[in-house]
């Protein structure tokens, strides 16, 4: 739609930083954009894969929350065990309601990590790259335009890969030397996105979150 791309859903809560940890509880916030229709029963399904992209997704669990018209809401599930151990993964959501006018809103994915500078400004980030389709393709990656774009490089760009193979990814992130520490009490210098198409569609992608700190 020509609108930025993000792997971290500002509506979606899954790790606490710093370090980058799993919450016990993942947190999802939805609202109903109808200022005048009720949306009762909205069903929330969220599933988890491994970090990375095109991963096999399984699922956690399904909530129905009632939102008046113009509300907010807020699903929360506890995070199973196996996402705790895993510290790294992707979590997405899908928001459903039979009277929902417009569908095309209404999924959201987390799928973060991190650095700070202050254990170091280079840092390498490994992540497996899946192809889900039911034939061979062509992965494509790309590190999207933002701040810290430049900072950044990839193992590689193209990957052709069979109807489930993976092959792994790698992301350096190397802040400069110049750039000088955030103020303070910064969470969150900047981010970056990898996204990935297949076959020129749109497959999916990582969010790294970046704090210089020294």
């Known amino acids: 739609m020509g609108m930025p791309v993000s792997f971290n859903s500002l509506d979606i809560d899954t790790v606490n930083f710093w370090p980058v940890t799993p919450i016990p509880e993942l947190n999802v916030r939805l609202r109903n954009l109808s200022t005048e229709v009720p949306a009762p029963g909205t069903r929330v399904d969220m599933a988890w894969s491994r970090w990375g992209i095109g991963q096999i997704r399984t699922a956690i669990g399904s909530a129905a929350v009632d939102l008046a018209p113009g509300a907010e809401g807020a699903v929360k599930l506890a995070t199973p065990p196996a996402l705790m151990a895993e510290k790294r993964f992707g979590l997405f959501v899908r928001v459903s309601h039979p009277h929902d006018k417009d569908p095309n809103n209404n999924t959201g994915e987390q799928t973060v990590d991190g650095m700070r500078t202050s ?30 774009a430049a900072w950044c490089s990839l193992s590689g760009s193209s990957f052709p890969l069979a109807s489930g193979a993976e092959t792994p990814a790698t992301l350096t992130i190397a802040v400069p030397a110049a750039v000088p520490n955030s103020p303070p009490g910064t969470q969150v210098t ?9 076959n020129g ?14």
């Open 190 to 198: 900047t981010a970056v996105d990898v996204m990935a198409t297949l």
């Open 201 to 214: 569609g749109y497959l999916g992608g990582v969010s790294v979150f970046i704090l210089v700190d020294g």
């Open 119 to 148: 254990e170091g400004r280079t840092r390498a980030f490994q992540f497996p790259v899946r192809n889900p389709g039911p034939g061979a393709g062509t992965v494509q990656l790309q590190v999207l335009p933002g701040p810290a």
